[in-house]
């Protein structure tokens, strides 16, 4: 048995939660770190971090369309369209 | 990447990382457990891509366990009195290693509805590095060219990959069942394959509509999206613009009506290039194909028909999720917006315009101008002196109040001229005729709407364009 509204809400959740992750934090908390000048710790932790904050923005990218999946298969449900794996399937089968 | 000038010393760093790691943490609750109300094998896919989110997440957390614990053993190595240098290549050999948790393929893209709210996802976006910006356009082009909010050029350029993938895709597919085609001898394998074949290629048509629409200076692909084969196979939806929305003062958002699709876009975007000079200096206009609009083999649906309201109100979200994402993508710099629906795209925009549905209707639109309209509901969405009203003579569609009083006899709605006008200089504007001419360059119809669209509607010509079918209406009481 599906029940649209708690579909929905989980999908909005999952949006609204993901929009206000706080991506730079992980990465800014370790951009400057530096055991002694010159030495080769800040350069990697700089690199690090880069690379921490495109993972954690394409996390929550993904949650964001994730949530956004859920709600339109809600929709979907919704107007009677028991067919709504495919409105999740979506553009990303492309 | 932004770069702070103060440097901190490894135990600060982990005070500041335990603190984001908790947050981050925290995020991750969001996705706990399966997917709520859902069960059936549709759930499928769903509860695959929360897996893969969870694992993902789980990983990015394990890393910054790790530099946590690197950072801590740096920490008492420099109390306990190591060498620096000897602590400084240990740390950096942990910091090298951290961080290549493959992010993996993008679960879906945005499809349809109303989306996020726009003004967050402009918040959202503003807050991302550049560089991540960069990246996120790059491994997410069907989300970034999905998200209502966001700046014009990136959602083109995002759009712009969606498509041009969409298209190669859609070749190969057609070249594949071509091959099954030519070997197939069974009659009833035959039909089925030969209707996959017009979904396919009739999916490649829209694509090269949407193609040709956009392969022209100063258009701009705002929205894609592309029906999966398994979900019927032909379905494209877009919005493009000619113009920069960004950066115009005047945006004209058009809707259109009833056995419309994205095929119409090159001669529709080539009526907004008219309008919109027009309009005057500074204007930018949007075709916005966005929503499913009723088809003629689909009268007879009641999911489906031009006689209902359900493919309005199942396209409505999704408009007024791009109307208010104009306004958003520019803070503080708002665009004077007027969403113009044309037949069954009136009835889209009025939904569009209405706060009855959830979660409320585009702000953003100062004016709303119905073309042939054949009602929209019971208000006309903005308040007198913003609402405005075309009705062609010859237009029996507008003449139907099918969806409501005929807007061209609503209070506070404001009636345009589509007859033939003749300008203090001597210029004629030409009559509309018909359901079909409303924008026709040249007509006193699609310079009251350029009026409209310019803010400058003191330069309109009113009429409230009573025909014989109003009379009629009359006489008999409609």
Redesign the interface.
Known sequence: MVRPEELQGAGRACVAVALAVPVTATAGAVRSTEVLPGGRAGPAAAALADRWEVAVALWSADVVAHGEALAAAAGAYSRGDEDAAAVLAGPGAL | ??????????GA?AA??A???A??AR?GE??AGP????????A???AG??TS?RE??AA?LA??DG?LAA?GT?TVA?AGGVP??V???A???A??G????P???????????R??EPG??A??WA???P??RA??ER??P???G??DGLPAAVRDRANRV?LA??RE?ARREEQAVRDRLVRTADPVELASIGWELHEVRARLARLGAVAAAVDAPGRALLDL????????GSGVRAAVARGDVDAAAHVGVFTAGFTTGVDELPGRLGELDALAAAAGPGTAAVAWYGYDAPQAHEVADP?RSVLGR?PAE?GAPGLASFLDGLDAARPGREAHVTAIGHSYGSVVTAAALSSEGAPGGAEGVDDVVYLGSPGVGEVPGRPPGHAWVVEAAGDPVADTAWFGPDPNRMPGVTGLSAREVVLPDGRVLAESRGHGAYLTPGTTSAANVAAVVGGRPQDAVLDRGVGAGDRLRRLVGG
Request: hydrophobic share 50%; proline share 8%.
């Open positions: 990447m932004t770069t702070t000038l103060t440097t901190a010393l490894p760093a500041r990382l603190v984001a790691r947050a981050l995020a969001v996705l997917v709520p109300g859902w069960r059936g094998a549709a499928g896919a769903a891509a929360r989110l993902r997440h990015l890393d910054v530099v950072l740096a420099l620096p240098a602590v400084d290549a740390l950096a050999g910091l090298d951290a961080g290549h948790t992010a993996g393929p993008p679960p879906t893209g945005v499809t349809g509805g989306g996020p967050e996802v918040r959202w807050g991302l590095d560089d991540t990246v996120l491994e997410r069907a989300l970034v999905g998200l969606v993938g969409a895709d999206e592309v029906d999966a084969p398994a979900d019927g999911d359900a199942e």
